[in-house]
């Protein structure tokens, strides 16, 4: 049953659980239930390594584990030589727009661009910097200059002609621009100019908001907008992995703010963005990129504002027809994560005592019958119905463990009885509300 | 031998009734007619007839033979008589005597259960008094009544009677009263006897006065006439002053009577005792006529309004001494305003005499009614009586009753009436029965004290409410209402009543089932279940009509449903296995070793050209060896050295530092920082080397477990 936990993972997963937030390692420890869903993952996984693209909608309600499952694809894309970058989509982040907002989201991308040793983001300059090592060394290698004195101003033609070579080659929209700006930052590394370095950085990150400006600071003509930030990203994609990573998975989590979108032609607009994306990974368009959007099942099914509304997406996104409750396809691009049965949450619970029991080094006398009683005392206190997740169960187990632990001879009863079930969901009727009338006006 | 002499006695009739037809047609007809006397004598059946009539007509003088109550044939034509005087002898016997009577006949039922019509009398005892009237010892000879005009009535009487009459007079002229056994015509001959015969020879008023009172008093048939004649006799005589007398003692007898009887019923007789009241206040509440209206007609009403009107009129007689005048000078002054305003009176006329007395009585009526009317709406009693009266149609009577009574009562009435008590509860059912919107009051009173999440108080609170108003035709919307306002802070509360509601709605005249609103409803009910459980119970009420038991249903409605979780062995072992596959799956991916990973990055490299030598590798191959790190970490003599800096810096370095430390050795710092961490990243399985702002620190444990020990 221990699975080979190590120590460090069981305090990692006792200690973010009692905190409410998925664990940075061990995570695999506590994928009950899960399977399926991780399986076509890592096949996914597999084939975006291997040159393939792809996009993946991860439906579910309130609690049912799309946020686990995301940062269950961090980590493990993490550890597979990804570049992962996660964003959510807010009021003022979308995919497409005309003021601003699809940049942004794109600048909140690039901003948490992560790597293995850099898995909390910012790995922009790092990827960079690595990069242009990479073309440096080559180029030194190329042409018989010492490593020690390819860095010298002299040689700087030569490092930047090289550059825009490899630029070249692996762009394809806006690669000229992107070539100009990743010079520029590597003439602010040779001539210690860490504000040319900056503004490079500031460029690529989409953060220019006027041409003037920019030109000003790089001497480039365009910048990154709304219009262009997708080609941007796929240029991206193309150098992560001319550097070596294995793809760029990006996951896009909140979906409900696309849906949320007052008018419907800008919501539509969103949608046909997607479906763009949509096209160029499942068209072979894109190489080694993975996409990921997660969103409840309104968003998705939702015949008026969800992604059916708009009939392009529907046909493709629609489920496989022979898909039944038992019989599952995690092969569609939809993958509906269910809530956990009582069979499985049994099973978590008792994964977690393991995994507490490891941790303290005790044995708590908590029995199969206990834990099923906790259960039951859990699912009948009011609200359990309406707003009872995963998250609230371990939070709740867990700390009643802890009780257990430094008082023995406790009544576990009483400790079961004391429980009560709060609505931790974001309030979303008013807005609801409120989105619902604007559109009828 | 009876049979013989009947038939020797048909033969002789019939023998003399031929003889008597003879002689009538000879033309002897006082011959013939003596004749015909003689023969009807004979003939059985005439004297019978003539036996029975007289026999039955002296059984009925007697009180004898099977009934005491007269019927319209035998009750003869008699004398006027009072009420009073007629009652004991004949419509109304008292009980004492039907008792006796009873007792008699059922003595005779034992002696023989046959009644025998004789010629055998029983008496019946006299009803006048034994003290003042004798029996007369040979008994009274019977004597039908008839009106008695005059002595002379006595020459009809038969000798019996007439002897009978002697000795009745010489014993009254002793002062002996002997019992006429009802044969009032005795009495009556007396009086014209005594009248006429007696006074013409003596011609003694007084003493025909003493006579005839003693008269009236033994024979109290007698008196009026006795009265009335002796007035005539006064007046002939010219006494004056005895008929003066006479006519005094004659009003005072009826006026005790009338008097006695105004007072009996009145307020104040009526509630003396039970209030205790003085003379001065019953003599006030005699002055009113019981007010007969549904609000009075509930005794404690009445009583706070009599307690009130007293009250009111002590405060308004002791501002009227400070004023100089009393209550009955203004009450005069407003009775004198009517009389000449209104009836157009002359003063001192009779008629003005007699209006102020009576419209000075009409203003306690009106003090009273105008108490009544703050007691009613003291008591939230919705109606009114009025308190106008007819003169107020003279805008000068008006003006002088607000100025003299109306305005005052308004003024001393809100002071006295906090001590008006609380209605009983009885009291409280009786005022709710007569205003069918009263509880909204205490409806409304309830609601405005209601806190929040207090729902059992409110529900006893309505309840009683609604058992105050039992007779209430409008029970049922008092929890109606009740459950409409609760609904949104208590829904167990709101069910409950509105159960109480259709309880009482099931009792009332028509059933109206009314339901609530559909937003309360849906505020009520959260799940279909509810609603069904709810509507089940409703039905049961209807059909049982088990108020109790609906009520307690209705909290188990939100008792939430204990859930069963079922454990299912198989499925458990089933996910368990699924989880350490994938588990298994995951540690594949997670935990790589070292070795695939170099893999990873160099297919990565390769990428760029095929036997290409990347920049670290060049580095990795200048590693040094000065074996201060462990052997697992491949660290160049860059990476070393900025460790071993980072160590001397107390682990903390500013990014400055460390740019300037990285040019030094031809490196950029982002990916000089990098290179590290990833070359312990296995070691570690974490990150060494961490921004902190403007710095980069390392985590002292991490780097100890990379220095060889």
């Known amino acids: 049953m221990t699975d080979n936990i190590k120590p460090k993972e069981a305090t990692a997963i006792v200690n973010s659980l009692l905190g409410g937030v998925v664990p940075k390692i061990g995570v695999q420890h506590i994928t009950v239930g899960r399977s399926p869903e991780i399986e076509a993952f890592i096949n996914s996984l597999e084939d975006v390594k291997n040159g393939h693209s792809m996009v993946k909608f991860w439906i579910g309600d309130f609690g049912s584990g799309k946020s686990f499952m995301m940062h269950l694809l961090n980590t493990v894309a993490l550890k597979q030589k990804f570049v992962v970058a996660n964003a959510d989509f807010t009021p003022d982040n979308r995919l497409y727009s005309n003021d601003g907002k699809a940049v942004a989201l794109y600048s909140a991308i690039m901003d948490n661009i992560a790597i293995q040793t850099k898995p909390e983001g910012g790995a922009l300059a790092t990827l960079l910097e690595k990069w242009i090592e990479q073309v440096v060394s080559k180029t030194a290698q190329e042409e018989g200059i010492p490593l020690t004195a390819i860095r010298d101003e002299q040689h700087m033609p030569l490092i930047q002609r090289s550059i825009m070579k490899t630029i070249n080659e692996i762009t394809d929209v806006g690669g000229f621009d992107f070539g100009v700006v990743v010079m520029k930052y590597y003439e602010g590394y040779i001539s210690d100019n860490e504000q040319l370095r900056r503004s490079a950085l500031k460029w690529l990150k989409g953060e220019y908001r006027t041409k003037t400006e920019a030109r000003q600071d790089l001497g480039v003509r365009e910048i990154i907008n709304d219009l262009n930030y997708y080609d941007m990203l796929k240029n991206f994609c193309r150098l992560f992995v001319s550097m070596g990573y294995s793809g760029f998975m990006i996951n896009l989590d909140e979906a409900i703010n696309l849906y949320k979108i007052s008018t419907s032609v800008m919501r539509e607009k969103n949608y046909e963005k997607i479906l763009t994306i949509y096209n160029d990974c499942f068209q072979g368009k894109v190489s080694n990129f993975f996409i990921n959007f997660a969103g409840t099942n309104e968003v998705l099914e939702n015949e008026r504002r969800g992604l059916f509304s708009y009939h392009a997406l529907k046909s493709r996104l629609e489920t496989n027809k022979f898909e039944t409750l038992q019989i599952r396809d995690f092969s569609q691009p939809v993958i509906r994560l269910m809530p956990l049965d009582h069979n499985e949450i049994f099973v978590l619970l008792k994964k977690l005592k393991v995994i507490f029991d490891l941790n303290y080094k005790v044995n708590l006398e908590v029995s199969d019958d206990e834990i099923h009683q906790f259960m039951e005392e859990m699912f009948n206190k009011p609200g359990a119905s309406e707003f009872l997740t995963p998250r609230e169960v371990i939070r709740d187990f867990l700390n009643i463990l802890s009780i257990i632990r430094q008082n023995p001879g406790i009544d576990k009863k009483q400790l079961f009885g004391e429980i009560e079930i709060r609505d931790e969901r974001p309030d979303e009727s008013a807005v609801d509300s409120l989105v619902d009338g604007i559109e009828v006006l | 031998m009876k049979t013989l002499l009947s038939v020797i006695r048909w033969v002789f009739g019939l023998f003399f009734g031929m003889g008597a037809i003879g002689g009538f047609m000879s033309g002897d007809i006082i011959a013939a007619l003596f004749v015909l006397t003689i023969a009807l004598l004979l003939l059985p059946p005439v004297t019978k007839a003539l036996f029975r009539n007289r026999n039955s007509f002296r059984n009925i003088s007697q009180g004898k033979g099977v009934s005491v109550v007269p019927t319209a044939a035998t009750a003869p034509v008699m004398q006027p008589m009072s009420k009073a005087e007629q009652a004991p002898k004949f419509q109304k016997p008292s009980v004492r005597e039907v008792n006796r009577y009873m007792n008699e006949r059922s003595r005779s039922i034992v002696d023989s259960s046959i009644i025998d019509v004789t010629g055998q009398s029983y008496r019946i005892p006299d009803q006048q008094p034994k003290s003042a009237i004798s029996e007369s010892d040979r ?366 709605d099931l009792h009332s005249a028509t059933f109206n089932n009314k339901q609530l609103a559909k937003t309360l409803q849906k505020n009520l009910f959260q799940t279909e279940q509810q609603l069904t459980d709810f509507t089940t119970i409703i039905q049961e009420l209807i059909q049982g009509r088990d108020l109790e038991k609906a009520v307690g249903a209705v909290a188990g409605i939100f008792t939430p449903k204990r859930k069963k979780i079922e454990l299912n062995r198989a499925a458990i072992n089933e996910v368990q296995q699924q989880h350490a596959g994938t588990v298994e799956l995951l540690n594949d991916y997670l935990q790589e070793e070292e070795e695939p990973q170099q893999n990873a990055e160099n297919v990565g490299v390769e990428n760029l050209g095929e036997g290409e030598v990347t920049f670290e590798n060049l580095l990795l191959q200048a590693k040094g060896s000065d074996g201060f790190f462990i052997e697992e970490v491949l660290l160049n003599d860059a990476q070393c050295e900025l460790l071993q800096l980072f160590a001397s810096n107390s682990f903390t370095i500013a990014q400055q530092e460390v740019e300037a430390f990285a040019r030094m050795n031809n490196l950029m710092r982002n990916q000089l920082i990098d290179s590290i961490n990833e070359c312990c990243y296995e070691q ?26």
Not at chain 2, 343 to 351: G, I, L, V
Not at chain 2, 690 to 697: M, N
């Open chain 2, 684 to 709: 570690l399985d974490d990150v060494l080397i961490e921004e902190d702002g403007e710095y980069y620190t390392i985590y002292e444990n991490y780097f100890q477990q990379l220095i060889k020990k």
């Open chain 2, 139 to 504: 008994g009274v000879p019977y004597w039908a009544h008839q009106y008695v005009y005059s002595y002379a009535e006595l020459n009809s009487a038969s000798a019996a009677q007439s002897n009978f009459y002697q000795r009745f007079k010489a014993s009254f002229l002793n002062g002996v009263y002997l019992d006429l056994e009802g044969n009032t015509n005795y009495a009556f001959i007396l009086l014209f006897d005594l009248l006429n015969k007696d006074y013409e020879k003596h011609k003694d008023i007084e003493k025909l006065e003493g006579q005839l009172d003693a008269l009236g008093e033994h024979y109290p048939k007698t008196r009026s006439y006795a009265n009335s004649f002796l007035i005539q006799k006064m007046e002939a005589a010219g006494d004056i002053h005895g008929v003066d007398r006479r006519r005094m003692a004659q009003y005072s007898h009826y006026s005790y009577q009338s008097s006695y009887d105004q007072d009996q019923w009145k307020l104040g007789t009526q509630y003396k005792a039970k209030l205790g009241l003085a003379e001065d206040e019953i003599s006030l509440l005699n002055k009113l006529w019981n007010p007969g209206n549904t609000f009075c007609n509930n005794e404690f009403c009445l009583v706070e309004v009599m307690k009130l009107y007293l009250a009111t009129l002590k405060i308004f007689e002791s501002q009227c001494i400070l004023e100089s005048t009393t209550l009955e000078q203004e009450f005069k002054a407003v009775a004198d305003v009517v009389a000449r305003k209104y009836f157009k009176y002359r003063s001192n006329s009779n008629n003005y005499k007699y209006s102020l007395g009576s419209v000075a009585h009409e203003l306690y009526t009106t003090v009273f009614k105008h108490c009544e009317n703050a007691v009613r709406e003291h008591y939230s009693h919705k109606r009114k009586v009025s308190t106008e009266t007819v003169y107020h149609s003279k805008p000068e009577v008006a003006a002088v009753f607000e100025e003299k009574i109306t305005s005052r009562i308004n003024a001393i009435l809100p002071k006295l009436l906090p001590s008006v008590s609380i209605p009983d509860i009885p009291t409280e059912i009786e005022l709710n029965a007569q205003n069918t919107g009263r509880w909204k009051t205490k409806f409304e009173e309830l609601t405005i004290n209601f806190k929040a999440r207090d729902g059992k108080q409110f529900i006893q609170d309505i309840i009683q409410l609604g058992e105050y108003n039992k007779k209430n035709p409008s029970l049922e919307n008092i929890f109606f209402e009740a459950s409409k306002f609760i609904a949104k802070t208590d829904r167990e509360a709101a069910l409950v009543l509105y159960v109480h509601y259709l309880y009482h």
